[in-house]
């Protein structure tokens, strides 16, 4: 490895999560909580375990019809500014069976004129800012979108979901997934440590 590179992401990690999500792919309505426990239990690090949540919640997650339909029933899965999960997601939802999807495509955002290619857009912590930013240039049109970050601030900035990486569990707000026009799946959204139903409502930043 070159002095100053990043190590790459454990092995082992991404095969107890491999085998966690096969495991859990035809669990009952508990299975992203016990994700959630397995990925504790095994000392996941956050960007696996957020790997394993964004596999198993974009299946629970439904848009208009229209919206996949225009894609070639492509669902095109955006990260935005960088890829945290060293081309590992991709291989997670390699398998993913939904409604209307015929293929998902992983891709690195890294102007806004690429999020109207997305039906499902991560935003790191670090990119948080440029996001809010880009957003607002009319190259990134108003797409049907499922927005997911690990900001502390990310819901309050009009997110949808909230991603808590201490507890392995996450929040949502309905007012900006109806905004966005997506819906997720009403069992998996009682997982949620707490859903907010105002535009601009989220947890407080260090509350416990």
């Not at 096969?22 to 690090?45: K, Y």
């Not at 009319?138 to 991603?163: E, M």
């Not at 996450?170 to 905004?179: I, K, P, Q, R, V």
Request: glycine share 10%; proline share 7%; with cysteine.
């Amino acid at each position: 490895m070159a002095p100053g590179s990043k190590p790459s992401i454990c092995r082992r990690a991404w095969l107890v999560l491999w085998w966690s999500c096969w495991i859990l792919s035809s669990g009952p309505v508990g299975s992203l909580a016990r994700m959630a426990n397995a990925a504790e239990a095994t000392e996941l690090p956050p960007d696996v375990w957020t790997a394993g949540f964004l596999a198993k919640i974009i299946p629970y997650t439904t848009w208009p019809r229209q919206t996949l339909t225009t894609a070639g029933g492509t669902l095109t899965v955006g990260l935005v500014g960088r890829d945290p999960f060293e081309g590992k997601l991709g291989e997670l939802l390699s398998n993913t069976r939904m409604e209307g999807v015929r293929s998902v495509s992983v891709i690195t955002v890294t102007n806004p004129a690429a999020f109207s290619r997305c039906q499902v857009l991560f935003v790191p912590s670090e990119h948080q800012a440029q996001w809010l930013e880009w957003r607002r240039e009319p190259a990134a049109g108003r797409p049907s979108v499922l927005t997911i970050g690990n900001g502390a601030t990310f819901l309050a900035s009009g997110g949808v979901i909230q991603l808590d990486l201490t507890k392995r569990n996450f929040y949502f707000n309905l007012s900006h997934a109806e905004s966005s026009e997506v819906k997720l799946d009403s069992r998996r959204l009682k997982l949620a440590l707490k859903v907010y139903r105002t535009a601009g409502a989220g947890p407080e930043p260090g509350a416990p």
